[in-house]
């Protein structure tokens, strides 16, 4: 209890005999921290105007920003006559950093992904990609996270350590996505016939490329009911990036095809199944057997 007491007094001494300091100091602290702000502001500006990824500048500003408000920190301790526990955190700093790394070893894993994936770039701002079955644009990407909002409005949260261990599926890099579906005409229709009519009614769709990327129409299996025809096309996503977008245009080619198949008389037949009555059977032939013996 003395001891609390006298350490309690001495505090309260040395405020009292500087307080000015400790004003001056305080002040160089907020402004350390402003002027940190600022410079991180000003490198992710200067970035993002020369790189054509501003999620690599996004990232480098967050650890220049972080490095600085450090060194603001320690210089702080250290106008505060604190140099023996700066010295003395600085020496601890290899274990210290040795056992929260084991501690926080996820994090850690998260911090290392994020720096890959900033300088490697295998995503832009907005691009649409997939990573473990989840779909979305990606709006930010941090030390240890990367945001990705889904097309049904869902923000996710996903660690960079996932996106690095998983395939990633970016739709929207090059600027071209391919669609495709099968349908099924009857045997007595002309497949000949159906894919000029198929390929004529695409092109006519707004949104589908023409020219080194357009429509594919084939024949891909001659199925027990159906002659199975293939349809692929690609969109521009270079134009929007919205999935929203990309499914309309796919539900308008689809719609378009199928309207125009039953309108020239095509027939699209579901599956066939057929049932067979065994026991009909054999009673029917016990039946025919019996009036033969009579």
Do not use: C
């Not at 405020?15 to 402003?34: D, E």
């Not at 601890?92 to 996820?106: H, N, P, Q, S």
């Not at 199928?258 to 065994?278: C, Q, R």
């Amino acid at each position: 209890m003395e001891n609390a007491i006298e350490f309690y007094d001495n505090v309260t001494l040395y405020f009292r005999l500087n307080y000015i300091n400790l004003g001056i100091i305080l002040l160089f602290l907020v402004i350390g921290f402003i002027l940190s702000n600022f410079i991180q502001r000003r490198i992710k500006l200067r970035l993002a105007n020369k790189s054509p990824n501003h999620i690599t500048a996004n990232f480098t500003s967050q650890i220049v920003g972080f490095i600085l408000k450090t060194l603001v920190v320690f210089m702080t301790l250290y106008l505060l006559g604190l140099s023996s526990f700066t010295n003395k955190l600085l020496a601890g700093a290899g274990l210290l950093t040795f056992v929260i790394g084991f501690a926080l070893k996820d994090i850690g894993e998260n911090f290392l992904a994020g720096i890959i994936l900033a300088f490697k770039s295998p995503f832009r701002l907005d691009d649409l990609i997939e990573v473990n079955g989840i779909i979305g644009h990606v709006q930010d990407i941090s030390i240890r996270e990367t945001l990705i909002k889904t097309p049904d409005g869902k923000d996710v949260f996903l660690p960079n350590s996932i996106i690095l261990k998983n395939p990633l599926y970016n739709y929207t890099l090059d600027g071209f996505l391919r669609y495709e579906f099968t349908l099924g005409i009857a045997y007595e229709n002309d497949p000949t016939a159906a894919i000029k009519l198929i390929l004529e009614t695409i092109n006519n769709v707004d949104g589908v490329l023409k020219g080194d990327r357009k429509p594919n129409i084939s024949i891909s299996e001659l199925a027990t009911n159906t002659i199975n025809i293939k349809v692929m096309f690609w969109i521009d996503t270079f134009k929007t990036t919205r999935r929203s977008v990309h499914n309309s245009i796919r539900s308008q080619v689809m719609n378009d095809v199928v309207a125009i198949l039953v309108t020239n008389g095509f027939s699209l037949p579901a599956s066939i199944v057929e049932l067979k009555n065994y026991e009909a059977s054999n009673s029917l032939h016990l039946k025919i057997e019996s009036n033969e013996k009579v």
